[in-house]
């Protein structure tokens, strides 16, 4: 008998079935060690000497292949095929050589790309040894990655409170979302006017033409910038005469895009599925790994971490067959395609992400897959089968006419497009996704008849005014291309990466495009006045190249750490001796926008609208930045810092003001201006109460009637019709809420907390409880999100209680993390605050459910990948890192 080890217990079940009897295959749940987020975890003085800590899980899981291999005649190494692939499949080895199991026993290193019979047996009987390059590759970037974060960290504690971690590619790819948001905040808006003509044919067909020239001179576009020249340029053509010059027809062709990369499909996912990036790869790894079908597990697609955009030969093969057999021989091209990628370090060490089948059909596997799941496999063989099938066959049509009035001429164009054959378009349209662009320019509607020589009549002539538009937000998915495009880290990172910056508060997701918080800007600026050099993109996409020169054998790993720590440590020793005063005027000038918003009233942006005579300067506090004045004390105004805002917030001081007498109580109300933003108060001392101002709402908003409703929740609205208990309403950590025994529902807006009535408080109370189970003996709290079934039954549920937000499955409850998004939890995550939460159970009832959990876990790659709080991505390996570093 044979043992392989594999990453994934549900792979692992999977293989078993193809090798039979002869083999027995362990799940080594992803990575089986890391480095301890402690000094002295990489020893640069040592020749960067490494120490490696196993956790009590993955101990657990080693001594079982341990006990396997014993009594094994040979050990198969078969984890994913990439470089975290093999550094797993090394540190399996590495374990088991100091357990002295092995012996003489024959050691095999197997990759497969697909989880299919043929491609397991086809690799078993093709083993090699683990490719140590590939190792050295894993080696360096993790030791990186840990100097980086660890060294730079507390740099960022010491000198700029209120920040929690930089990375090598987690604080580049923020540079970015930052680098963006300064061009917003630095674009001047220029006008210009776009000027048609509706025209009719002598057939009275009609049709409209933009003006392309004037004056002899071709207008470039926005080139009409007033609209006096608008006006004028609209009068010749309201008194010109039209005739068709020429009329030109040509067929153009569009050829299909590639097979889906990581990036490329995370963009697609993106645009039309509105997947997250995480999400995408959440669904993909179970596609990959593999599906019960009619009886068979089979994986579906193909490894989905890969920037190869090439197809294996036999897979072209299979899909030139089946667009024969599903389309017909008109949509085969004569030979087959190929392609390349343009994406900056691209390896293409991988296929492109394919079906296994191209003959299974999305229609055919609709009744084995979740919603989910079958969007996506429909996606990938769609755009899989669409690379190999016919161009697509368009004319354009092409219409230049001329407008003459009394010898003063202008010159139109009118364009218009058929698709004569569609080809690749019967299967996948290439709609403009985010980050991806179709190949021809606007998609413009047939022309109707037209003539060269004929005269035109004149229906009405538009002249509109626009202004140019800043340029937009980053997606997630046009983010993950641009980091693809500069070569910054690599495709198993990119979600990793965003995920990192989103859980730090660095950014946040606002309707799909990524905003950089306050915190996040500071880092920034911080990093590019200080460590230009590590946030360059040019010097990080450089770094990748060596790296992947260590993974081709070409660059000896420890060598790029010599050069790399050389330079980065006396940058460190540097900003000992920096001043915080040097910091702060750093970010002064850097960050003059957020700082120091625009006043409305035009005045000096610098200057205190308190006393009137002090400068504002950011200042640094025990929980971050925050603006000040720089007549402290006798001036103590100061303003929270917030990307939002506008300006508004600086007439708060810390003065309280008066908006009058409480109705019921007597007391004084008064808006102040807290650590965490404005607030109002009534009364003084300990027993005073406070609101703080809800989102949307601005201190110059407030008023005493907005102040006396605030201070007067929560409000009751009645008595539950059914229950006879009091549903009251109020305003929450995660915004406004109704509330009844126990059971919380959303509202939509603050407005509703003052408004709601008892009909529709008990309706929107009724629509929560139906999503949610009920509990024993008491009223069910409002689920918010249903992640899916547990691995080992049951469903896994996010809900709202009355302590805040936590996740359920079965008697296990779980409160999520302070600041975590309820909507933005993942089947992962909740995965292991289940498994912790039963862990921390303590009687016979939690140590049963804490079995039971690990059970569970032992059935899902994922889940015990997130367990283990470890990524495949030097990325996710920083957020531990990061993570256990702010607690300590």
């Not at 600041?819 to 292991?832: I, W």
């Amino acid at each position: 008998m044979n043992v392989v080890v594999v990453e994934s217990p549900s792979k692992a079940k999977t293989i078993n079935k193809y090798l039979g009897p002869g083999y027995k295959v362990l799940a080594s749940f992803g990575h089986v060690r890391d480095l301890p987020a402690k000094d002295g975890s990489v020893r640069p003085d040592e020749d960067f000497e490494m120490s490696w800590e196993v956790d009590s899980a993955s101990a657990k899981r080693m001594k079982d292949i341990a006990d396997a291999v014993k009594s094994a005649d040979g050990l198969i190494l078969a984890t994913d095929p990439d470089r975290e692939g093999e550094a797993i499949s090394w540190h399996v080895l590495d374990l088991l050589k100091k357990k002295k199991v092995l012996g003489d026993k024959p050691v095999k290193r197997v990759a497969f790309n697909a989880i299919t019979k043929k491609a397991v047996l086809e690799a078993i009987a093709h083993p090699r040894d683990i490719d140590t390059s590939l190792v050295d590759a894993y080696l360096a970037r993790r030791a990186l990655d840990y100097l980086v974060g660890f060294n730079l960290s507390p740099v960022l504690w010491r000198k700029l409170p209120g920040a929690r971690s930089a990375g090598r590619v987690q604080s580049v790819t923020l540079r970015l979302v930052c680098d963006r948001e300064n061009e917003i905040e630095r674009f001047i808006s220029e006008e210009y006017w776009n000027i048609s003509a509706l025209l009719k044919t002598p057939r009275g067909d009609e049709f409209e033409a933009r003006l392309v020239s004037a004056d002899g001179k071709r207008l470039a576009p926005k080139a009409v910038g007033n609209g006096e020249e608008a006006n004028r340029l609209k009068a010749l053509l309201d008194g010109a005469a039209y005739v068709v010059d020429s009329i030109e027809a040509k067929p153009v062709k569009r050829n299909p895009s590639p097979p889906f990369t990581t990036s490329t499909l995370q963009q697609a996912a993106s645009s039309k599925l509105g997947f997250s990036a995480s999400r995408t790869m959440q669904v993909a790894q179970k596609l990959y790994e593999g599906v019960d079908i009619g009886g068979e597990t089979v994986g579906l697609i193909t490894y989905m971490r890969t920037d190869g955009v090439q197809m294996a030969p036999e897979a072209i093969e299979a899909s030139r067959l089946a667009i024969a057999s599903q389309f017909g021989d008109r949509y085969l091209p004569e030979k087959p395609r190929f392609y390349s990628t343009k994406a900056k370090n691209a390896q293409e060490a991988h296929e492109a992400i394919r079906p296994t089948d191209f003959n299974r059909t999305p229609d055919q596997v609709r009744r084995f897959l979740d919603g989910d799941m079958l969007r996506l496999y429909d996606l990938v063989w769609k755009r899989g089968i669409a690379s190999q099938m016919a161009s697509a066959e368009i004319e354009r049509t092409t219409a230049e006419i001329t407008a003459d009035n009394g010898g003063q001429k202008a010159g139109l164009r009118a364009t218009g497009s058929v698709i004569r054959f569609d080809g690749f378009i019967a299967a996948y349209t290439d709609a403009k996704e985010d980050g991806e662009q179709t190949d021809d320019g606007d998609e413009d509607g047939r022309l109707p008849e037209i003539n060269a020589r004929e005269n035109l009549a004149k229906q009405k002539i538009n002249a509109s005014q626009h202004f140019t538009e800043p340029p937009p937000r980053y997606s997630e998915a046009s983010l993950i291309k641009k980091m693809e495009e500069l070569g910054i880290g690599r495709p198993s990172t990119y979600a990793a990466t965003v995920t990192t910056l989103l859980d730090r508060d660095y950014i946040t997701n606002d309707k799909r495009k990524l905003i950089p918080q306050a915190k996040g800007r500071l880092v920034t600026a911080f990093l590019e006045s200080f460590f230009t050099r590590y946030v360059g993109y040019d010097f990080t996409a450089s770094l990748e190249e060596k790296l992947d020169q260590v993974s081709a054998g070409e660059v000896n790993w420890k060598d790029v750490l010599r050069d790399f720590w050389k330079d980065f440590f006396a940058q460190i020793e540097e900003t000992k001796e920096l001043r915080v005063t040097n910091v702060l005027d750093a970010l002064n000038e850097e960050l003059a926008p957020l700082v120091f918003p625009k006043r409305e009233d035009g005045g000096d942006p610098r200057i205190c609208q308190v006393c009137g005579t002090g400068k504002l300067s950011l200042k640094l506090g025990k929980y971050g930045a925050f603006v000040g004045c720089s007549n402290y004390p006798e001036c103590n105004f100061t303003r929270q810092l917030s990307s939002d805002s506008n300006g508004e917030e600086a007439a708060v001081s810390n003065e309280p003001q008066a908006l009058g007498k409480d109705p019921h109580t007597g007391e004084e109300i008064t808006l102040r201006s807290g650590r965490f933003g404005p607030y109002v108060q009534r009364g003084d001392g300990k027993e005073a109460k406070r609101s703080s101002l809800p989102k949307g709402w601005t201190p110059s908003t407030i008023d005493h009637e907005k102040a006396v409703a605030l201070l007067s929740l929560p409000r009751d609205i009645g008595a539950h019709p059914e229950s006879g208990k009091m549903i009251s309403t109020g305003l929450g950590r995660y915004g406004p809420f109704v509330l009844h025994d126990g059971t919380y529902a959303n509202l939509e807006s603050i407005e509703d907390v003052f408004s709601i009535g008892l009909n529709r408080a008990v309706s929107v109370l009724a629509d929560k409880q139906s999503k949610a189970g009920a509990g024993r003996g008491r009223t069910a709290a409002a689920s918010l999100k249903e992640l899916g079934d547990h691995p080992d039954g049951g469903p896994i549920t996010v809900r709202d209680g009355r302590y805040g937000p936590y996740v359920n499955w079965g008697k296990v409850n779980a409160t999520l993390p302070k600041g975590k998004d309820p909507q933005s939890v993942t089947v992962e995550e909740a995965l292991v605050l289940i498994s912790e939460r039963a862990a921390k159970g303590g009687t016979a009832k939690g140590k049963a459910t804490k079995a039971k959990t690990t059970k569970a876990a032992a059935k899902s790659e994922d889940g015990a990948k997130a367990t283990k709080a470890k990524a495949k991505a030097p990325a996710k390996s920083k957020t531990k890192t990061a993570a256990k570093a702010k607690k300590g």
